[in-house]
């Protein structure tokens, strides 16, 4: 993100966005006037949409300028601009894009964004079918901004290539937090540095320092949900917030792996156990990246093929992790059936109850409540009340969940 003023050299030319295409990039630098000083709205090559434009009237934002050099480029923009958003897009183009906008950004979490930070990176929407750049007046941030980001009902991403600084924002955030701070917004930004952590591990899962580096935080998260449990300050089911919108592989694991460890304190686990619950539900996807993207992706009902393709995340993944050194059997368990359930419909081995490993049947109902809890492009989002009656109802009347962990996760919420 620019924190520039421009110069008095530059000459300016009054604008108006009225015009401006929505799901096209903007060839040219747009300012705008926060009330004291014009500054750099958004660069040439901008991908311009609805969070944009809800953004820049959320911040009060009405005078906007491009410089008088680009002039020619916005008036020969200006008469493709209506033509370009008159053509609706074919719904699978449109998934395709979103897929591959998705692909190319990283979620971050919207809410560890402080107001009077600054941030070196440039910030995103999406929200199925919409996806493009999230333009800010300032740095630092003001609360207004903070405030229209919060209220923007999409998930936030960056560019792929500037998790590096995202992640050394959060560590500036932990340090900062670490005096002024609650205990709650310190294990939010654990939570999200253990998330940074996998999402690296799934782009490099050769990397066995990084593998060793991801266990022992996971211990590291173990132990933090342990003290806080003992020590409240607030309620385990403040851990069981969900703050996507859309559904990502880094986002559900950790959101699982939080789940997971808290219903496993509450069940008065040991640490070994607690240790082998994070790991095996952090890493239970791991598969979801080794298998088809297309597939993992897809908008509308998969083939029968592709089902099975689907499927065989669970046993790509139990196979992966089966050749690392020293992981429990309990991890790999955990990772080959969490998608088993107790009266033997579930799939890969469609064991039945005795012969699912108990840690594993807790995952499946972190899972399955993560899992309904978000939505994706195909499937909308249920409420708690909605999600946990189908919980109660494969855990209580069709004995597919383990009831006992069930009821776990079910006294923590209606604590
Ligand atoms: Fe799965």
């Given at each position: 993100?620019?924190?520039?003023?421009?110069?008095?050299?530059?000459?300016?030319?009054?604008i108006?966005?009225?015009?401006?295409?929505?799901?096209?990039?903007?060839?040219?630098?747009?300012?705008?006037?926060?009330?004291?000083?014009?500054?750099?709205?958004?660069?040439?090559?901008?991908?311009?949409?609805?969070?944009a434009?809800?953004?820049?009237?959320?911040?009060?934002?009405?005078?906007?300028?491009?410089k008088?050099?680009?002039?020619?480029?916005?008036?020969?923009?200006?008469?493709?601009?209506?033509?370009?958003s008159?053509?609706?897009?074919d719904?699978?183009v449109?998934?395709?894009?979103?897929?591959?906008?998705?692909?190319?950004?990283?979620?971050?979490?919207?809410t560890?964004?402080?107001?009077?930070?600054?941030?070196?990176?440039?910030?995103?929407?999406?929200?199925?079918?919409?996806?493009?750049?999230?333009p800010?007046?300032?740095?630092?941030?003001?609360?207004?901004?903070?405030?229209?980001?919060l209220?923007?009902?999409?998930?936030?991403?960056i560019?792929?290539e500037?998790?590096?600084?995202?992640?050394?924002?959060?560590?500036?955030?932990?340090?900062?937090?670490?005096?002024?701070?609650?205990?709650?917004?310190s294990i939010?930004?654990?939570?999200?540095?253990l998330?940074?952590?996998?999402?690296?591990?799934?782009?490099n899962?050769?990397?066995?320092?990084?593998?060793?580096?991801?266990?022992?935080?996971?211990?590291?998260?173990v132990?933090?949900?342990?003290?806080?449990s003992?020590?409240?300050?607030?309620?385990?089911k403040d851990?069981?917030q969900?703050?996507?919108?859309?559904?990502?592989?880094?986002?559900h694991?950790?959101?699982?792996?939080?789940?997971?460890?808290?219903?496993?304190?509450?069940?008065?686990?040991?640490?070994?156990?607690?240790?082998?619950?994070?790991?095996?539900?952090?890493?239970?996807?791991?598969?979801?990246?080794?298998?088809?993207?297309?597939?993992?992706?897809?908008?509308?009902?998969?083939?029968?093929?592709?089902y099975?393709?689907?499927?065989?995340?669970?046993?790509?993944?139990?196979?992966?992790?089966?050749?690392?050194?020293?992981?429990?059997?309990?991890?790999?368990?955990?990772?080959?059936?969490?998608?088993?359930?107790?009266?033997?419909s579930?799939?890969?081995?469609?064991l039945?109850?005795?012969?699912?490993?108990?840690?594993?049947?807790?995952?499946?109902?972190?899972?399955?409540?993560?899992a309904?809890?978000?939505?994706?492009?195909?499937?909308?989002?249920?409420?708690?009340?909605?999600?946990l009656?189908?919980?109660?109802d494969?855990?209580?009347?069709?004995?597919?969940?383990?009831?006992?962990?069930?009821?776990?996760?079910n006294?923590?919420?209606?604590?």
């Amino acid at each position: 993100m620019k924190t520039y003023v421009i110069e008095e050299k530059d000459e300016l030319i009054a604008i108006t966005l009225d015009k401006l295409a929505e799901g096209h990039r903007v060839p040219f630098e747009v300012f705008a006037d926060d009330g004291e000083l014009k500054k750099s709205l958004f660069d040439s090559g901008f991908l311009y949409n609805v969070f944009a434009k809800e953004m820049i009237y959320r911040q009060g934002l009405t005078r906007f300028y491009i410089k008088s050099a680009n002039n020619l480029n916005f008036n020969q923009y200006l008469k493709h601009a209506e033509k370009l958003s008159r053509i609706v897009k074919d719904d699978n183009v449109l998934f395709s894009d979103y897929s591959e906008y998705k692909r190319k950004h990283g979620y971050i979490d919207k809410t560890l964004i402080s107001p009077l930070t600054r941030l070196n990176f440039e910030l995103g929407g999406m929200r199925y079918p919409v996806y493009g750049g999230i333009p800010i007046v300032g740095n630092p941030l003001s609360v207004e901004a903070i405030d229209a980001l919060l209220k923007l009902g999409a998930d936030v991403v960056i560019k792929g290539e500037d998790s590096p600084k995202y992640e050394s924002y959060l560590h500036g955030l932990m340090h900062a937090e670490k005096e002024s701070g609650t205990e709650l917004r310190s294990i939010q930004i654990k939570q999200e540095l253990l998330r940074c952590l996998f999402s690296k591990f799934l782009h490099n899962l050769n990397d066995g320092a990084l593998f060793k580096c991801l266990m022992q935080e996971t211990l590291n998260v173990v132990h933090m949900i342990q003290h806080f449990s003992e020590h409240p300050i607030f309620d385990l089911k403040d851990l069981f917030q969900i703050r996507n919108v859309d559904s990502y592989v880094s986002v559900h694991s950790v959101n699982v792996c939080i789940f997971s460890i808290a219903l496993g304190v509450r069940l008065g686990m040991d640490e070994k156990s607690l240790f082998h619950l994070g790991a095996g539900s952090l890493l239970h996807d791991v598969g979801k990246v080794l298998i088809s993207y297309e597939v993992i992706n897809k908008q509308g009902d998969l083939s029968i093929d592709e089902y099975k393709h689907y499927c065989s995340h669970v046993v790509e993944g139990a196979n992966f992790i089966e050749k690392l050194k020293d992981v429990p059997k309990h991890v790999y368990e955990i990772i080959l059936q969490h998608h088993e359930r107790l009266d033997g419909s579930g799939y890969m081995q469609k064991l039945m109850a005795k012969d699912i490993d108990m840690l594993s049947q807790i995952v499946t109902i972190a899972d399955s409540y993560e899992a309904l809890m978000t939505g994706t492009p195909k499937r909308k989002s249920m409420s708690q009340k909605r999600t946990l009656q189908i919980l109660r109802d494969d855990a209580e009347e069709k004995h597919k969940l383990n009831r006992t962990a069930y009821r776990a996760l079910n006294s923590i919420l209606k604590e």
